[in-house]
């Protein structure tokens, strides 16, 4: 997949429609023996989608490779989807998760950032009283 096709093809987008997404993978350039191995080297098309493919699952490159060993390219594109991904994304952006993690982050912090500031007020001599 390449950023630098004009066409769009050699990029997949993360929120591209799903069909869109499932097209671009599926024509994604591989090479002519069918066997599915990492070899950024001389198998750049299909070492790309197995990266890929290893983020999305969170799963090893070696672990894909058994799973796929005598297997064809069209189950292996197939298989790549990014429905996952994206309905992973669709939650965080519409739920209150974002919410829930910047109040959580806010609550852990707070009470080392008053205890910090009590520190720095006495090491200067400013005393802040509370109501």
């Given at each position: 997949?390449?950023k630098?096709?004009?066409?769009?093809?050699g990029?997949?987008?993360?929120?591209d429609?799903?069909?869109?997404s499932?097209k671009?993978?599926k024509s994604?350039?591989?090479?002519?023996?069918?066997?599915?191995?990492?070899?950024?080297?001389?198998?750049?098309?299909?070492?790309?989608?197995?990266?890929?493919?290893s983020?999305?699952?969170?799963?090893?490159?070696?672990?894909?490779?058994?799973q796929y060993?005598?297997?064809?390219?069209?189950?292996?594109?197939?298989?790549?989807?990014?429905?996952?991904?994206?309905?992973?994304y669709?939650?965080?952006?519409?739920?209150?998760?974002?919410?829930?993690?910047?109040?959580?982050?806010?609550?852990?912090?707070?009470?080392?950032?008053?205890?910090?500031?009590?520190?720095?007020?006495?090491?200067?001599?400013?005393?802040?009283?509370?109501?």
């Open positions: 997949m390449s630098s096709d004009e066409a769009g093809k990029t997949i987008y993360i929120l429609d799903i069909n869109v499932k671009k993978i994604a350039v591989t090479d002519s023996d069918g066997y599915i191995h990492y070899d950024p080297e001389n198998k750049p098309g299909i070492s790309n989608l197995l990266e890929i493919y983020i999305i699952s969170e799963r090893s490159i070696d672990d894909i490779e058994k060993d005598g297997k064809g390219y069209g189950e292996f594109k197939t298989d790549l989807e990014l429905e996952k991904i994206q309905a992973r669709k939650e965080i952006t519409t739920g209150s998760y974002l919410d829930d993690v910047l109040e959580a982050g806010a609550n852990k912090a707070r009470p080392i950032a008053r205890k910090k500031l009590a520190k720095v007020e006495r090491k200067i001599g400013i005393t802040i009283k509370k109501k």
